[in-house]
T-cell receptor, first 111, second 114 residues
């Protein structure tokens, strides 16, 4: 099946630093979604991307839909302690509505 | 608050038993998805219902079944439970319209099989 490869697996940063993470696949997707999951909670949708090349922001978060449609990027600027969590990329599999998820990037922010 | 409600939040049961997890989707969402999250497997799609009908199936075990009722709430039934079924089970819902497939997740049910 289609797989999403997220990197890095984990990041340890200082408060105030910018963060970049990405998600790649050998398959083409028409939608990219980015979620954040905190311990004991369900994934929360951060940003949805529907067009190749699209750049969308949500506060300090910015995500881009790669031109090749095989990748997506998420940037967090000026990180704060509450940014801690696991960030997942997701995309609808094979033209259906079911989402396939990457394995996540675990972010730790040191105050 | 995503608007998706799952109950119970925690469940501890013995091997061989059967449990039912419940999900109420966001108001207006016709599609309900079930996902399993374990430490080593990440978020795995189990099954999707749309307006009461099964729409897509993932790697769902034969011991597991689901349904969506006329009021659109959904239940996931897990039977003959094994230790390996211990995981977080999430329900998500989406409106599925205009090519948009944004899914909103509930807080999950943590199932522990002992």
């Amino acid at each position: 099946g289609q797989q999403l490869n997220q990197s890095p697996q984990s990041m340890f940063i200082q408060e105030g630093e910018d963060v970049s993470m990405n998600c790649t696949s050998s398959s083409i997707f028409n939608t990219w979604l980015w979620y954040k999951q905190e311990p004991g909670e369900g994934p929360v949708l951060l940003i949805a991307l529907y067009k190749a090349g699209e750049l969308t922001s949500n506060g300090r978060l910015t995500a881009q839909f790669g031109i090749t449609r095989k990748d997506s990027f998420l940037n967090i600027s000026a990180s704060i302690p509450s940014d801690v969590g696991i960030y997942f990329c997701a995309a609808p599999q094979g033209g259906s509505e079911k989402l396939v998820f990457g394995k996540g990037t675990k972010l730790t922010v040191n105050p | 608050d995503s608007g998706v409600t799952q109950t119970p939040k925690h469940l501890i049961t013995a091997t061989g038993q059967r449990v039912t997890l419940r999900c109420s989707p966001r108001s207006g969402d016709l599609s309900v998805y079930w996902y399993q999250q374990s430490l080593d497997q990440g978020l795995q799609f189990l099954i999707q219902y749309y307006n009461g009908e099964e729409r897509a199936k993932g790697n769902i075990l034969e011991r597991f079944s689901a349904q969506q009722f006329p009021d659109l709430h959904s239940e996931l039934n897990l039977s003959s439970l094994e230790l390996g079924d211990s995981a977080l089970y999430f329900c998500a819902s989406s409106v599925v319209a205009g090519g948009r497939t944004e899914a909103f997740f509930g807080q999950g049910t943590r199932l522990t099989v002992v």
